[in-house]
């Protein structure tokens, strides 16, 4: 008998599972097929856009307040006067709280705002793309950004005018009556809002100069921000962080400057309905005329510094945030 024979046999070794492996490259795969989506365009867009208005809003939150407050102080009123009047006003009589006053629902509605404002630029610059090219030129790309304002715009305005109504309504405007102890929150101050005024016509109220000033604002933001980005960049098209923040700054400060009167009006209209802050209109027309009689030449840019305060940093922190999260998101 040969050793081979009689030698003892061990334990049967049992195969390993394949079920580790298996669910490993399942997770392994599902994770980049998430990744693989979050790369594409329109979608890389919309995530990094959310994210950049978020941030933006919040680092300019007390100039953006004080700008709403001085566009909707109508001519009985001057208790807010120039921008740093302004801001000690609000400190003064609601310290910190007064400047982040509305910030809440102002990122509820960017977010979704900037998002859709940013993926439709995307959708609609391939839509209007000239074959053979990887760039839009200046117009298209004022059609693009005047298209994507309007779609955001549309989508999120219900947000904006609660947003505004929440920024005034503890402000000292005309005769508004004051409560800053039990100011309604958000969802109250919509709930008023629909019950009160109108139903859905009232969270619409204004759209028409909102859109009439949106459009050529986002067209000009986009347009503005891509012309000096091409500017800046290198030979190999790349642009330092600080070429992008300036862009931004110099993109916002165009375009709001050249479409603010909209902006005045988009406000007016918003409060239109609340009849102690000493001024009620009955068309867009009839706001302006008003407006430039009773609160001379200037009165349809009531604001405008605060604003300009507000847009440089905001644009260039956007596109900043917006440009680093979407070169992450598709591993640029």
Known sequence: ???????????????????????????????????????????????????????????????????????????????????WGTLRRMWKEEGWRGYMRGNGINCVRIVPYSAVQYSSYTIYKELIMEPGRTELDTSRRLSAGAMAGVTSVVATYPLDIVRTRLSIQTASIGNLHVDRKHAPGMW???????????????????????????????????????????????????????????????????????????????????VNTMKDLGFQYSSVWDAVVSITKKEGPFGMYKGLSANLLKVAPSMASSWLSFEIIKDLLQGK
């Open 1 to 83: 008998m040969s050793l081979t024979s009689t030698a003892k046999k061990g334990p049967a070794i049992a195969p390993q599972s394949s079920m580790p492996s298996t669910v490993e490259k399942q997770s392994t795969s599902a994770f980049l097929t998430f990744k693989d989506y979050l790369a594409r365009p329109t979608v890389a867009s919309f995530v990094a856009g959310g994210v950049a208005g978020a941030v933006s809003r919040t680092v300019v939150s007390p100039f953006e307040r004080m700008k709403i407050i001085m566009q909707v102080q109508g001519p009985g009123s001057a208790n807010y006067s120039g921008v």
């Open 188 to 270: 109250s101050t919509a709930l008023l809002l629909y019950k009160t005024e109108g139903g859905i016509i009232a969270l619409y109220r204004g759209i028409l100069p909102t859109i009439m000033g949106v459009a050529p604002y986002v067209g000009l933001n986009f347009a503005v921000y891509e012309s000096m980005r091409d500017f800046l960049a290198d030979e190999k098209g790349n642009v330092t962080a600080f070429g992008k923040l300036f862009s931004g700054a110099v993109s916002g400060a165009v375009a709001q400057t050249l479409t603010y009167p909209f902006d005045v009006l988009r406000r007016r209209f918003q």
